[in-house]
């Protein structure tokens, strides 16, 4: 459904105060890994965590939904999304306290796994092939065979609606297996527990996990990570290779011909396109094999 103009008046009145970048009507496909979406009323990208509460206190105020954009594991609808889409990009900072990474959480993951192989700390090295946020791979716990975020966590803050951030000890939060249930909100910062280690055996293992991807995984064109769970017992992956749907397409979407829990976009592709594959691998996986897989990937937005 299309905003009216009373939406989009609110939206603008609780921007108004905004000092970081504001953009109306902003295709999300430019902030997508898979590069499909449909425009956002609103984008919104905070200079700073000050600026960042009070537009979620103006916006809770003005009933403005707000989305906060990883874009990595994340199909947005070709209707894009309406209300504000907030983007934690300026949000970088990193700072080492004792044998932890303090990190705000707009930082890329490779960027965070390089300032931890930088200051001699362990526990990161899985990340250095990921791609999107911290905030991000919080929220759904990203990670490998290697690791995953949860086992270095050592808090994570979160702001609310009103734009209070409160800090919740690890042990307040529960994760599993490409999930988390976290407190409403937004994740804005991360602490993480690391271990002293040389350099050398740090960047050794951070090399083995790029090489393993880059091996296994189509990182020369757009996709939106693995797109199923691994479900309990079986490889995604290769049950749908087994059922011969490499390299099966829907318009400009196409299943990988490299690694089949993969999709890539071959050119122009809507997330129609990407939605519906998504629907034919599924169902074909169920009818020849009898498992159920379950959506990895987050997919938001309006049809369009
Ligand atoms: N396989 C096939 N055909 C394929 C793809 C894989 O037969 O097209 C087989 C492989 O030969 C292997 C098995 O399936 O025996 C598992 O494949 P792989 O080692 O590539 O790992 P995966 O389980 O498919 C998981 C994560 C990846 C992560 C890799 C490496 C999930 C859903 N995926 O993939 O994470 O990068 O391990 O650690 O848990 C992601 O979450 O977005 C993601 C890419």
């Not at 200051?119 to 250095?128: D, I, K, M, V, Y």
């Not at 020849?288 to 990895?296: C, Y």
């Amino acid at each position: 459904m299309k905003n009216g103009r009373d939406d989009l008046d609110r939206i603008r009145e609780a921007l108004q105060d905004a000092r970081g970048e504001v953009r109306f009507g902003e295709p999300m496909s430019r902030h997508t890994s898979m590069r499909v979406g449909g425009p956002a009323d609103a984008l919104f990208v905070p200079d700073d965590l000050e600026d960042l509460s009070r537009i979620m206190a103006a916006a809770g105020k003005a009933g403005v939904g707000v989305f906060f954009l990883g874009g990595s594991n994340l199909i947005v609808k070709d209707g894009g999304i309406r209300g504000v889409v907030i983007k934690l990009s300026r949000l970088q900072k990193v700072e080492r306290q004792a044998d932890t990474l303090n990190a705000e959480a707009g930082i890329s993951f490779p960027r965070l796994s390089q300032a931890a192989y930088e200051q001699g700390l362990s526990g990161l090295e899985f990340a250095c092939g990921i791609p999107g946020t911290l905030g991000g791979a919080i929220a759904m716990n990203a990670g490998t065979r290697d690791g995953e975020i949860a086992d270095v966590l050592h808090s994570v803050t979160i702001m609310d609606r009103l734009g209070n951030a409160v800090e919740h000890p690890r042990s307040q939060l529960t994760f599993e297996y490409r999930k988390s249930r976290l407190p409403e909100g937004v994740i804005v910062r991360a602490i993480m527990q690391l271990k002293p280690d040389p350099p050398e055996r740090i960047r050794r293992r951070m090399d083995e996990a790029i090489t393993y991807r880059r091996r296994t995984q189509p990182l020369q064109l757009p996709n939106a990570g693995c797109i199923f769970k691994n479900p309990p017992g079986h490889s995604a992956g290769r049950l749908i290779d087994e059922m011969g749907l490499k390299g099966t397409r829907s318009g400009n979407a196409q299943v990988s011909e490299k690694h089949a829990n993969f999709i890539v976009n071959r050119g122009s592709a809507t997330a129609a396109e990407v939605l519906h594959l998504i629907q034919d691998i599924r169902r074909r996986v169920k009818e020849g094999r009898g498992v159920d897989m379950e959506l990895e990937v987050t997919v938001v937005g309006e049809d369009a």
